[in-house]
Each structure stands twice: as C-alpha cells, then as structure tokens.
C-alpha cells in the first residue's frame, strides 16, 4: 500500500472513466492517425513509420510487486502515471488479449493523445473489445515522463509506464501480466511462437520458443515450401498458454510486431509483404524523405518494428489457438549443440530453465550477441522461476509432448541454415528421422533426417576439444540451475 494508503485496486479506481471530459475513447484508426500526423513519414506503401526516443525495453527500469521489493518509491512513481492520466487529454483503448475463454483478457491503455502513435500500433495487435467490456488489466504509459520507471502490480492488473515511449513497453505490458494470469489459471505462459502444418497424415502442431530475433517468427511463419493440399499456418508470434488439457491459447488476435532489421523478400516473402503492406505501422525502420524503406539500414537501431496485421500475412491462420501440441522446439544458438537433438520431458524442462540463447537488440541492445541464459526465454516471468519449470514439465509429460532442442546459429564454425532448419521441422512432423544416442552430447539425435545432410552437423566432428568444452558447459549447467530453490531434483538432474 502506498504513503497515502491506496493500494494497487484503489489506484486502477482513480484512473478517468472512457466517457470522462478530456478522454477520447476508442477512435478509429484514421482518427489516430491524424492524431499522429505531426510525428508520421509516410512510406512509399502508404503506411505510416515514426521515430521513438526510446527503442528497446528498459528492462532494467522494470519492477513488480511479486519479485522485487516495492518501496515508498515505487508507490510514487505509480501514483504519478494515474494522477498524469486524470489532469491530462488522453486516448483510452479497450483491446482483448486472447480468445480462449479460460485466459483471455480485456485491456484498457491509456496514453496521452499528443502520443497518439503508440495508440495506433498497439491497437492494430489485439481484437477490439465487446462494448461496455471492463478491463481485466490497465495499462497508463506517459512517454515524457522526466523518469524512466515501469511499475507492475499484477494483483490488480494494473501497470504504469514512464518516461518510455517505446511501443513494446505497452505491448508487453499485457502480455507479461497475461501469462502471469495463464499460470495462476493452472496452465503457463510461454514467450513462443505457434504453427500448425497440415499434413497428408494429418496436423502437427509445433511450438517455438525463443529470445526475440533468433529466429523464432521467421520458422513460426514459414511455409515450409509445403504444397497443395498440404500447408502451413502460423497461429501465433510471441507469446502463448499452454493450458493444462494441451491446448495452446493464442495472445495477439489482430496483428503481430515484428523485427524489420534484414527483412528479405526472397527468404521471408509472407512477413516482407506484410510489412510493406499500406496496414503495417513501422517503428524505428530508415525511411527516407521520399518515403523509400530501408530494412538493412540500422542506423537509428537494430530493433527497427513493424506492427503488420495478420489478415495481410499469407501464412497466417484464422485461428490463434492450436487445440494440440505435438512438437516443442528450444531455439539456441549454441555452438556446442547438433542442430537438432530429441529430449525427455526432464531434459526439456532443464532446457527450458537454462534458456541458453544470444541477446537481441530487443532486450539489451549494449549486450547484442553475447550468450545469455533467460528462464524459458522468457524476460516477462512474474513469480518464482523454478516453478515455471516444474509445471512446464509436468504440462509435456501429462499431454505426451515431444520437445527437441533446436540449433539456428552455427555447429562450431558451420553455419545451420534457414533451409536446413525448416527441413528439420518438416521431417520431424512427418516422423522421417531414425534417432540414435550421441554418448559425447548425452542426447538423442538424428542418424537420419529427411534430406538434411546431418552428417555434417556433429558437434564433436565439427567443434574442436569438443569433450573438454562440453564438460565445463555441462559443469557450468549444473551450477546454474542448482541457483533455482523450487526446481524438482529430477529436473535439476537431468542436465545435458
């Protein structure tokens, strides 16, 4: 509770209402959008492109009630965003997270209207709200804020944004309180990517989780060159439930944000044409004058967005919830590690607890390219972190879930490719793999798999003093998930 006694409800409580004087409630795109004019360069595709101050989270500026102490300090600063929204002309918009019943929830973002920008994005990503709807969770972001401080009380659903005005702090807003509400539910939220590929034996559906930009929305929304009648659908981008039963509940019903920097028409040609699509909205991308787009330029960030809709992507599904999932894949970039190798349920969970991946642009841009361990890959985990391992465990052993570890960076100083990987993915939905045990890995992996050439990805051919490297990895894995005081034993054991 705060100095003046009002805790995180009565501070929700004190936010304006969406008919109050100086609130415009839900306008129109084209209303927000001219709201935006002043800040917009139009691009040659007709779409929209600003420039944020800030452009990556500010993770380091990011508390909650349930992990990190919350002090005098933290009560102002939250204090300061809802007393903000009620003296100031804001835009409040009403979206729905979700559309599964048991997890979905209503969202309500309030952002002053000379900020209309961050409104217009974010409002493309979620599923507008039924009328008269009253939110589940609150969001208030005030960009020029002389602070920079994100505040979270997931007891009342309410987060306050300031100083930022970087679009996917209210993006993540939601999304991080929505997996929190996922796991209070008896299921876990889940920082992944979901496809569904229809197959002559059937659909498999795969799941993918990952840091942002390694390659965890290029595979979700790949085809995976299938053709008729066979096809591939992406379901979902970022973030995920997977619910007790199996069923993997969708977030964002709308629209995904994606990463710009490389964007290849040849190699991505669904997510090139939605972004240069005239509904796409981009962030932080070159643009020129002329409106010219430039998605190899990283001059003002490596982080560059585009918030594109999903009715524009050819390989996305009407549905966001897959009924099942079959396969789970762990994306890494670890160099140590086959290109694909199978894993048990303990196996899983202790791959899911060390996370082992690279930092992106979109989480510490200072830190790009270092090898990073993120619980899940997940940066949004609210609550103890080895329980999330534990449940995620018993979640794939419960529902029979296949989960393998997937390598997209390099095999030593042999590069995986974007073919290579997407064969996987085919053969393992297929099940035209023969798996054999690697005693140097301590992993199953493929003898044979479809027409990738797998003989010429083994870590101990292709990595030099192989042994002794891994020894000290496995060493090391050890050491970290023994940090983790909820984490069941078998899991702890079950290092690779």
Request: proline content about 5%.
């Amino acid at each position: 509770m705060s100095e003046t006694g009002v805790d995180a409800a009565g501070l929700v409580a004190e936010l304006p209402a969406p008919s109050a004087e100086g609130v415009l409630y839900d306008p129109d795109d084209d209303r927000l959008r001219s709201l935006a004019a002043d800040d917009e360069t139009t691009t040659e595709y007709g779409s929209p492109s600003y420039v944020s101050e800030y452009r990556s989270r500010c993770a380091d500026r990011t508390r909650n009630r349930v992990d990190d102490e919350f002090g005098p300090a933290d009560w102002r600063q939250m204090e300061a965003a809802v007393a903000a929204a009620g003296e100031r002309e804001m835009l409040c918009l009403d979206r729905v997270v979700g559309r599964h019943p048991a997890v979905a929830q209503v969202c309500r973002l309030y952002v002053p209207r000379e900020h209309a920008r961050i409104a217009l994005a974010w409002g493309r990503l979620l599923e507008r709200a039924p009328p008269d709807a009253e939110p589940d969770l609150v969001t208030v972001q005030i960009p020029d804020h002389d602070e920079v401080a994100i505040r979270v009380a997931p007891e009342a659903g309410l987060t306050t944004v300031l100083g930022s005005d970087y679009t996917g702090e209210a993006k993540k807003s939601f999304l991080r309180l929505y997996m929190y509400r996922a796991k209070q539910a008896g299921g876990l939220g889940l920082h992944a990517g979901s496809k569904r590929l229809h197959l002559e034996t059937g659909a498999v559906g795969q799941l993918f989780l990952g840091l942002s930009g390694t390659g965890k929305t290029t595979l979700t929304g790949h085809g995976c060159w299938l053709d008729e009648p066979e096809s591939a659908e992406m379901l979902q981008d970022d973030v995920c439930a997977m619910l007790p039963d199996g069923t993997v509940a969708g977030s964002e019903g709308a629209g995904l944000y994606i990463k710009t920097l490389g964007l290849d028409a040849a190699e991505q040609p669904a997510l090139h044409a939605a972004a240069t699509a005239e509904s796409a909205v981009l962030e932080n991308v070159a643009v020129a004058d002329d409106g010219t787009v430039d998605f190899d330029d990283d001059a003002l960030t490596a982080n560059g967005r585009a918030v594109v809709q999903r009715d524009a992507l050819s390989s996305a599904g009407p549905d966001v919830d897959l009924p099942s999932v079959d396969q789970v894949f762990f994306i890494t970039r670890n160099p140590l590690m086959a290109p694909v190798a199978r894993l048990s349920p303990e196996q899983a969970a202790a791959a899911f607890m060390l996370g082992e991946s690279v930092e992106t642009s979109a989480g510490d841009p200072e830190r790009a390219g270092e090898a990073v361990r993120v619980v899940g890959t997940n940066p949004f985990i609210v609550g103890p972190e080895g329980e999330e391992g534990n449940r995620f465990a018993e979640l794939v052993r419960d529902n029979d879930v296949e989960c393998f570890l997937l390598n997209t960076g390099t095999v030593g100083e042999r590069d995986v490719s974007v073919e290579e990987t997407v064969g996987i993915l085919e053969g393992l939905a297929r099940g035209d793999v023969e798996w054999r045990a690697d005693d140097a890995l301590g992993l199953e992996v493929p003898e044979r798999l479809g027409d990738v050439p797998v003989e010429e990805l083994s870590p101990p051919e292709q990595v030099e003093n192989f042994v002794g490297r891994h020894r000290e990895l496995c060493e090391d894995r050890r050491a970290y998930l023994r940090t983790f005081e909820r984490l069941d034993d078998e899991i702890r054991d079950a290092v690779y």
